[in-house]
């Protein structure tokens, strides 16, 4: 199902909202490594462990503290939350401003080449690569 322009900023800017909300509730989350908090991933506690997103959260609170390698530390993919969470807001907010589509047209652009078979598969190897490495640090 495709998304209309309108749909689309509405999820992200929810998404953003709820992200950043989430980020307020934990923003008390112990940060050191032995901070063993994993109730709140599923798949680890289902599972016993870790999903490629394990540790986002807390990669998250160290970026907006500006401690940067303990984000990538924690989870890399918390660098790409972060953009998303700080540069798409303002972008829809500046294309909403100025009746613009241009977030819009991003993203579809962006859907599309991220169909492309080799493209696809290089990101699976990342996000394989990215869960590899929680096993690693023993999350």
């Known amino acids: 199902m495709q998304l209309n322009r309108d749909r689309l900023y509405l999820f992200f800017i929810l998404s953003a909202v709820a992200g950043y909300i989430w980020l307020l509730i934990n923003s008390g989350t112990n940060l050191s490594p032995s901070g063993n908090e994993s109730g709140i991933c599923f798949i680890k506690s ?3 462990f870790p999903c490629p997103s394990c540790g ?10 500006g401690e940067i390698a303990d984000a990538i530390r ?9 953009l998303i969470m700080t540069i798409f807001p303002i972008w829809i907010f500046y294309d ?12 579809r652009r962006a859907e599309l080449f991220i169909r492309h078979k080799y493209v696809a598969i290089i990101l699976a190897i990342l996000l394989i690569a990215n869960w590899l490495w929680n096993f690693y640090k023993g999350y």
């Not at 986002?56 to 503290?65: D, M, Y």
């Not at 909403?96 to 993203?107: A, G, P, Q």
Request: hydrophobic letters at 50%.
């Open 46 to 48: 289902v599972f016993g």
């Open 56 to 65: 986002s959260t807390r990669s998250l609170i160290h970026l907006f503290q």
């Open 74 to 82: 924690w989870n890399p993919l918390g660098v790409v939350l972060f």
């Open 96 to 107: 909403w401003i100025r009746h613009r589509s241009s977030f819009y047209i991003f993203y």
